[in-house]
């Protein structure tokens, strides 16, 4: 295994990097490919992360370029089976793999490998969050009445670490913890009660397009299928009415990274936006995006509606209505 690595950080384009090695490349690197059996389109052999015997429990998907160990359940793409294997961070196993690979980027010049600058930079931690915003949210009501007003049970509120600010930075603001596809804690979206014309407020520097809002909490099984709405209150009312596997994109648009965060775990998505002008744009362009690569179905609400105005029977309906495309 190799060490942390250490000195000045290094820009990295995680985009571009996904795209130019493999997980094949990487198991390659290991020397661990005459251990795996190919098949259509993926591999499959022991785990190497827990050092597994079973044959069977480790699969890559070459397709889209991800890997899962049905055993000890870890998963992702190439920086995630690198960050396990040697036990490092996320972006020094990006690193490790720039190293490994040859590959330089430079912050104010174009890659060898393309002419014009990379278009996503994916920021350090320090830039997602505002230091002291953490330190004034330790002390959230989550018994607001304003809550229970939107229809949230306690079980929710508490799952997803929400609840109203009387200081700081959110002060008289619904607090909601954002964490990326790591786990990691990044921002805090703040909601006002009052004032429509300013209803959330986020940290300075945090880019809501390089994060799908509870992707942390989806696990293995469940990215078979995902559902994808806009925002936080479509998320709580999906999951209070049974459904677990649902993320947010935070907005009516989707980004690049986002897309490429949502192929590569999910087999299928719903799509269900909100029933206005921005929602069905936003469904349209990701039917484009996404119908080619993975199984999509979409749902149209009524004008004027929104899932968080919907019964949990309501939601159940909608879910188990209507076909996916076939994007084979």
């Known amino acids: 295994m190799s060490n942390k690595t250490s000195g000045k950080k290094k820009w990295v384009d995680f985009k571009f990097l996904k795209a130019r ?18 098949g259509k389109n993926k591999l499959t052999g022991p785990c190497p992360i827990h050092n ?16 899962y160990c049905f055993s000890c359940k870890s998963g992702g793409n190439i920086l995630n089976f690198v960050s396990l294997m040697e036990r490092v961070t996320i972006r020094d196993a990006a690193i490790l793999i720039c190293e490994w690979f040859n590959l330089h980027f430079d912050k104010d010049d174009t890659t060898p490998s393309v002419k014009t600058k990379p ?17 004034q949210l330790y002390n959230l009501d989550a018994k607001h009445p304003y809550l229970y007003e939107r229809g949230l049970t306690q079980s929710a509120i508490k799952h997803f670490g929400i609840g109203y600010c009387s200081n700081g930075l959110m002060n008289g603001r619904i607090a909601i913890p954002i964490h990326d596809e790591n786990n990691v804690l ?16 986020f940290p300075p520097k945090f880019k809501k397009s390089l994060v799908v809002y509870n992707l942390n909490s989806i696990t293995p099984r469940q990215y078979r299928e995902l559902i994808i709405v806009e925002g936080f209150f479509s998320v709580f009312a999906f999951y209070q009415a049974g459904f677990e596997n649902v993320v947010a994109l935070m ?31 936003c469904l349209e362009n990701c039917l484009i995006r996404l119908s080619p690569k993975i199984d999509v179905k979409e749902i149209r609400l009524q004008h004027g509606l929104q899932p968080d105005h919907l019964t949990t029977s309501e939601l159940k309906t909608l879910i188990n209505e209507g076909n996916y495309s076939n994007n084979s």
């Open 119 to 135: 278009k996503i930079q994916e920021p350090d931690e320090d830039e997602f969050i505002n230091p002291p915003l953490k330190k």
């Open 21 to 38: 090695v493999t997980m094949f490349d990487i198991l390659q690197h290991y020397n661990l490919l005459s251990e795996f059996k190919e």
């Open 186 to 201: 990044v921002a805090y979206a703040g909601m006002s009660i009052r004032d429509e014309s300013d209803k959330y407020k």
């Open 251 to 281: 907005g009516a648009s989707m980004s690049e990274h986002q897309e490429q965060l949502i192929i590569e775990r999910a087999d299928k998505v719903v799509l269900l936006f909100d029933g206005d002008e921005a929602g069905r744009k």
């Open 52 to 67: 597994g015997t079973n044959k069977k429990q480790f699969t890559v998907n070459l397709l889209k370029n991800v890997f």
